[in-house]
């Protein structure tokens, strides 16, 4: 007993010479955004690193940027972080990094040793938000975003708000991007970066001080992943269509024309405010055909088209406009996706769960069978409200006589 | 009731003057004895004595009750002119005074003069005859200083014995509440009184309470924290294990749930014991006020205890090991805050809670007239100015003024005190090891409460060890209802465990 | 007059020391994602295992471990395997001081040294050794509703930030029952059900006798569909093939979460939990093995706190990595592990069907 007490008191002693894992808020470089680039066969690793001072200081933010961006090169990733010590005077504290921008010659070369990366490493978390960047992701990360004082939060935070309102785009983790490429499918989609405008970097505080900035980072195309690689790039619309087959669309906004097969302008648009995408697989003569089944809900926005809308027979054939519209979007995202013959739809997992064994014999193959296959689409769209007016202004403005 | 001497005894003298003598020797001649000789008119051929020390007695009854009947007495019909039977008529007919008693040795007279009787001689008789005169002045009964309420009596102890067991006999009028009272210090000849209700307390307890009192063999016992370090089970704990208590009504309470109390003259404090780890959370106002606004305050007492101990350990870990557990925005402000500040987080934590722990100090000992000018010095020079002069950073002044209020919401200052110490302890595990560091105390401190035992009842009971009968629960984390409330607390053999018979909810009452 | 503890502690003690660290890892990770069911069957096997243990158990209701082995095997041989087996229960035990530090290396303190990390959790172990079998059966239940609280909200938590996705599960039985079978046995009995083995050491000292198997039973039963819970939500969460990939797939799980930017990385925390599982495991471990020694021994049971606490001590940096840490553990341990989980109980229990029968011979043939 005596002893056991002697013991834990000369351990308390001991403890009182070294702090190995302290430290402290000052001695560390808080990074909020990393971007990865692969120039003349190295990697580049950007950090965008917050300034405190500048943010929440006595002082008061806005003179100076919040934000400041330095690279590093190396054969791989952490030895490019440990070299980023010859500049930063502070250690780099990667646990609140908000965003990964991959840059498109980077993504091509192949994002496998960043997951590893990823994998192995304590402080790095797998909730990071990934992006392809269309130029080089030192260009994104140097962005100034206007409202926001953090750009790596500010992008975070627009793909969230992407996700909430319309999902043309999903917001991908790192997480998100293992589980794909791990799965059968070995193929994932990840949301990509612009730079938007005259081509003018917005990278000085200043130019924040007018109304319009120069250029903006904005999301834009979706590109897509096989092994590791980047394959090809889908625009908006397609992307759109992707979030539909895969069940990623919950909100978001499809504008419809007044005539059937989507002729003429959209001068109409429905607010989906849920929905629910189901995929089956079936094999039909040698062949697999996807069912998919859309079950979506939402309200009218905006309404352009005659008819009386108190009649439940208008609202059905509002329905069947909206269901159609819904229908071209997924059939035109997924002959894009047929072409790449890159399976980020997970069609191959499902085919997996439900008949493992076929899967056996199919699995090689299937970057070949996977363009083959047919999707079979059945969409079904529920007005439950018209919003607060009834007929459309255009027929209410319509006066006999005139 | 008196405490067997163990050396021996001197009988007194058949001789007056050499009674008078060896007690006036016994006391070094001290100029507060009184020694009145004079002579009555029964017998007026023997002198007789009274003896006492001033202060310690009432000098109206002496005269009235005492030296006036003395004096003018007849003997009655049957006795006149035997002299020699003077004393048994002093007893019979003359002292009209409740508590009296005769002694035949020295020690035993002087003993019982210290305690505040007067000592009565007659020549050629060789005892004295004793009569309780006490009355010095003490202080009025006041209200509680530490351990006020603002539902129920505001009543507290006062230094005297006399009166507190008084002030509890007012509360539980039952034959059952037995005192035994004890003599303990070789020189203070304190007493200490042993209460417990009579059928309900478990004897075995009562007994060893005896048993602990009777082997104190120091010179003085001047409050009854003496009392307290040594019938403690276990004397190398934080943790108190003997409760104590200013309030009458709360050792009424102790006593009818079965507890012991220890009232000591000269204190205000009495002891009550077994007693629990969760008893320190409990506030007599608790029992006072509606049952659901007791149970929230007295979950907020937990959390604000666990918060006193743990608070600064916590930011410690959280802001210099485990950054990545805050918000991004906080940890930007805090990082910002942190901007110059030239100490480490634990040194910073350590000088701030140092300091807080001197101006309470301070604030405890100096005069109170100069209370006000500390607590400006403390909030404004050692807050305001530091914060502002970049020495600590702000972060940090929140979280220590907020433990340091939430350790005054404990009922009990000797639990409040423990968390201050144990506080230290963690915060420096804290600062070398991080949250690993908070998990290994907190475990110890754990194991420690576990081992501990007050009078063979565990500490953590009736949590560790539990489970025996729900009806334990009813009044450790929550209080019930009262109609409720029906078993004893207490996680031991009593022998009444059942404090009312249970089904006694009232009934709906409809208009 | 030897220390005791109620059926309510026992129950609690089975729940906290069969958790463990079991949620820490994905255990029966080769049957990919049929792992929960391996882990059901194994929870199954585990419980007529139990069968065995409360059956001889009854036959001594006050006897410990030591002394059972005295008893089937005679005063030499039986004392020579309680020493054995005591040794075991402190490899064990070591195992867990070991996981400590491995776990605080990886998540926690990666620049500590694990000898400080591993004497700080023993140093306390110790503190609990010292004090007795009734303070362990106290902390555990201090600790417990820590555990299921923090359990709990760590399983709403995951859910509510939608990372659950049942489909993972598919397809049930890919293969065939073979890979489930060869996932469950030996390796998921040994750890962490057929550990129950330690509790023939303390149900001598459970003072309602009565009630044991009751409780053991229900407990056990209650504590399996818990672990099969955690592995298919693990599963759920991760799929098969990340799940594997991971070295602490609770832990990568928990980094998941993100709920309101508030609740975040909350695997520190998860991490504290697992310490709660490890360090009742290694106290428990602990006394069963100075116990089981005392009693082969005859010395007296204080006097054996710390000579097996240094052994534990000394015994846990025999291995140079995580990697022969975790090799050890699965190839070696697990081969011997069965020797004492089910040989010797099994030969045991045969042996005292036979004395028994002996006995009852002997008093037909005194009686006639």
């Known amino acids: 007993m005596k002893a056991i007490r002697l013991l834990l008191l000369g351990s308390l002693l001991l403890l009182q010479t070294g702090c190995w894992n302290r430290v402290e808020l000052n001695d560390i470089a808080i990074i909020s955004a990393t971007g990865v680039d692969w120039e003349n066969g190295k990697w580049v690793l950007t950090n965008q690193i917050v300034i405190p001072k500048a943010i929440s200081g006595q002082a008061g933010g806005g003179r100076t940027a919040a934000v400041n961006v330095f690279s590093s090169t190396g054969d791989n990733f952490r030895i490019a972080i440990s070299k980023a010590s010859q500049e930063s005077s502070r250690r780099l504290y990667f646990s609140h990094n908000q965003i990964v921008i991959i840059g498109q010659e980077a993504a091509r070369k192949g994002v496998g040793p960043l997951l590893e990366a990823y994998l192995r490493n304590h402080d790095s978390r797998e909730t990071v938000d990934v992006f392809l960047s269309k130029g080089t992701a030192r260009l994104m990360l140097e962005q100034l975003i206007p409202l926001e004082q953090i750009p790596g939060a500010a992008i975070q935070r627009m793909i969230v708000n992407e996700e909430m309102s319309s999902s043309s785009y999903r917001q991908m983790t790192i997480h998100h991007v293992l589980m794909d490429l791990l799965g059968h499918t070995k193929a994932t989609s990840i949301p990509g970066l612009a730079l938007a405008g005259s081509g003018e970097s917005t990278d000085r505080v200043d130019m924040l001080s007018q109304t319009s900035t120069p250029s903006k980072v904005r999301l834009s195309e979706l590109g897509l992943v096989y092994g590791d690689k980047l394959v090809g790039w889908i625009g908006e619309e397609q992307s759109k269509g992707v979030m539909w087959l895969t069940n990623h669309v919950d909100k978001t906004t499809v504008a419809f024309a007044c005539t059937a097969g989507g002729k003429g302008r959209q001068g109409s648009s429905a607010r989906v405010l849920h929905s629910v995408t189901k995929v089956k697989p079936q094999q039909q003569d040698g062949k697999w055909v996807m069912k998919v089944n859309i079950e979506a809900q939402g309200t009218l926005l905006e309404y352009d088209c005659g008819g009386d809308l108190m009649k439940p027979e208008e609202i059905w054939e509002v329905e069947r406009l909206v269901e159609e519209r819904i229908a071209s979007i997924v059939t035109d995202g997924w002959e894009v996706v047929r072409k790449h013959k890159v399976d980020v739809l997970g069609f191959g997992t499902l085919i997996y769960k439900h008949h493992p064994k076929t899967w056996k014999v199919i699995e090689r193959n299937w970057k070949e069978e996977f363009p083959q296959t047919e999707i079979e689409l059945n969409v079904n769209m529920k007005l439950s409200s018209t919003g607060m007016s009834g007929k459309s202004f255009k027929e209410a403005q319509k006066k006999p006589g005139l | ?511 | 007059m030897q220390q005791q503890f109620g059926k309510f502690q026992l129950a609690i003690l089975i729940i906290v020391f069969l958790i463990g660290s079991t949620p820490l890892f994905e255990l029966g990770i080769p049957a990919k994602q049929d792992a929960w069911i391996a882990m059901l069957v194994a929870a199954a096997a585990g419980l007529l295992l139990t069968v065995v243990y409360l059956t001889l158990h009854k036959r001594a209701p006050n006897a410990g471990l030591g002394e059972l082995y005295k008893y089937h095997f005679g005063r030499y041989i039986g004392g020579f395997i309680a020493i054995v087996h005591a040794l075991w229960f402190a490899y064990e035990s070591m195992r867990n001081v070991r996981d400590v530090g491995e776990l605080t290396t990886m998540a926690l303190l990666s620049f500590t040294p694990k000898w400080i990390i591993m004497f700080l959790i023993l140093a306390v172990a110790a503190y609990t050794a010292s004090k007795g079998v009734e303070v362990l059966a106290r902390i555990i239940q201090l600790l417990f509703p820590i555990v299921i609280l923090s359990y709990f909200i760590v399983i709403l938590l995951v859910f509510f930030s939608g990372l659950v996705k049942v489909n993972q599960l598919l397809p049930i039985m890919e293969n065939g029952p073979m890979p489930i079978l060869k996932a469950a046995f030996p390796n998921l009995l040994s750890f962490p059900f057929a550990q129950m083995v330690v509790f023939l050491v303390l149900f001598g000292h459970v003072s309602e006798k009565k009630s044991i198997s009751k409780v053991t039973y229900w407990s056990q039963i209650g504590v399996s569909i818990f672990l099969v819970f955690m592995n298919a939500l693990i599963l759920c969460v991760l799929g098969p093939e990340l799940a594997e990939l991971t070295a602490l797939p609770l832990l990568h799980v928990l980094q998941l979460v993100r709920l309101a930017n508030f609740l975040e990385r909350l695997d520190v925390v998860v991490t504290l939990l697992l310490f709660i599982g490890l360090f009742v495991k290694i106290a428990t471990l602990y006394i069963a093995s100075v116990l089981t020694a005392s009693m082969a021994t005859g010395w007296s049971y204080r006097a054996l706190v710390f000579p097996i606490g240094i052994l534990i001590y000394a015994a846990s940096f025999l291995e140079p990595n995580n990697t022969y840490h975790i090799w050890i553990g699965l190839d070696v341990t697990l081969k011997i592990a069965p020797l004492f989980q089910i040989a010797l109980p099994l030969v045991m229990l045969v042996v005292g069907i036979r004395k028994k029968y002996r006995s009852a011979a002997l008093d037909g043939a005194q009686g006639t």
């Not at chain 2, 505040?116 to 005859?129: E, K, P, S, T």
């Not at chain 2, 010179?219 to 924290?225: K, M, N, T």
């Not at chain 2, 009990?412 to 963690?426: C, K, L, P, V």
């Open chain 2, 1 to 511: 009731m008196t405490q067997t001497k163990k050396t021996a005894l001197t009988p007194l003298s058949p001789s007056l003057r050499a009674n008078v003598q060896a007690v006036n020797a016994r006391f070094g001649g001290s100029s507060d004895l009184v020694v009145r000789l004079f002579r009555s008119d029964a017998a007026p051929e023997r002198e007789l004595g009274l003896l006492y020390i001033e202060g310690l007695v009432n000098t109206d009854v002496i005269n009235e009750s005492l030296l006036a009947p003395l004096m003018s007495m007849k003997l009655p019909p049957h006795m006149e002119g035997k002299s020699d039977r003077l004393m048994e008529a002093l007893r019979t007919s003359v002292v009209s005074i409740g508590s009296v008693k005769e002694a035949a040795a020295l020690e035993e007279g002087i003993q019982q003069m210290t305690d505040g009787w007067c000592l009565i001689f007659v020549d050629g008789n060789a005892v004295a005859l004793m009569a309780a005169v006490g009355g010095a002045k003490e202080r009025a009964i006041g209200i509680p200083q530490t351990q006020t309420v603002i539902r129920g009596p505001q009543r507290a102890f006062v230094e005297e014995l006399g009166t507190n067991i008084s002030l509890i006999r007012r509360i539980i009028r039952s034959p059952d509440l037995h005192v035994q009272t004890h003599k303990i210090g070789t020189q203070t000849h304190s007493s200490v009184a042993v209460l417990h209700l009579h059928g309900v307390a478990d004897q075995g307890i009562v007994k060893e309470v005896y048993r602990r009192l009777a082997a104190i063999d120091l010179d003085g016992i001047l409050e009854s924290g003496y009392i307290e370090e040594f019938i403690q089970d276990e004397t190398f704990t934080m943790f108190p294990t003997l409760l104590n208590s200013e309030r009458p009504d709360s050792v009424a309470a102790g006593l009818l749930e079965g507890r012991v109390a220890v009232l000591v003259d000269g204190t205000p404090i009495a002891l009550i014991a077994p007693t629990t780890f969760f008893s320190f959370f409990q506030s007599a106002e608790d029992y006072y006020q509606r049952y659901d606004i007791a149970s929230f305050v007295r979950t907020i007492r937990y959390a604000a205890y666990v918060m006193s101990m743990l608070l600064p350990a916590l930011y410690i870990a959280v802001t210099t090991f485990h950054q990545e557990m805050l918000p991004t925005t906080l940890l930007i402000s805090l990082a910002a805050q942190r901007e110059g500040v030239p100490f480490p987080g634990l040194v910073e934590a350590l000088l701030m809670e140092m300091t807080f722990e001197v101006l309470r100090e301070a604030g405890l000992r100096m005069p109170r007239a100069i209370g006000p000018a500390i607590s400006i010095v403390g909030a404004l020079v050692l807050g305001q100015s530091a914060v502002q002069a970049g020495i600590v950073s702000a972060g940090m002044v929140i979280v220590v003024s907020f433990t340091a209020i939430s350790n005054f919401v404990m009922p009990e200052n000797n639990m409040a005190a423990t968390s201050r110490i144990i506080r230290f302890g963690i915060m420096i595990m804290a600062g070398m090891l991080g949250f690993f560091g908070i998990f290994i105390s907190v475990l110890f401190v754990l194991i420690h409460l576990a081992s501990l035992r007050s009078f063979g009842v565990p500490y953590m009971s009736p949590v560790a060890p539990g489970g025996k009968s729900g009806g334990l629960w009813r009044d450790v984390f929550v209080r019930v209802p009262w109609w409720a409330i029906v078993l004893r607390p207490l996680d031991m053999k009593l022998r009444n465990p059942k404090r009312q018979r249970s089904g006694r909810k009232p009934p709906a009452q409809r208009h």
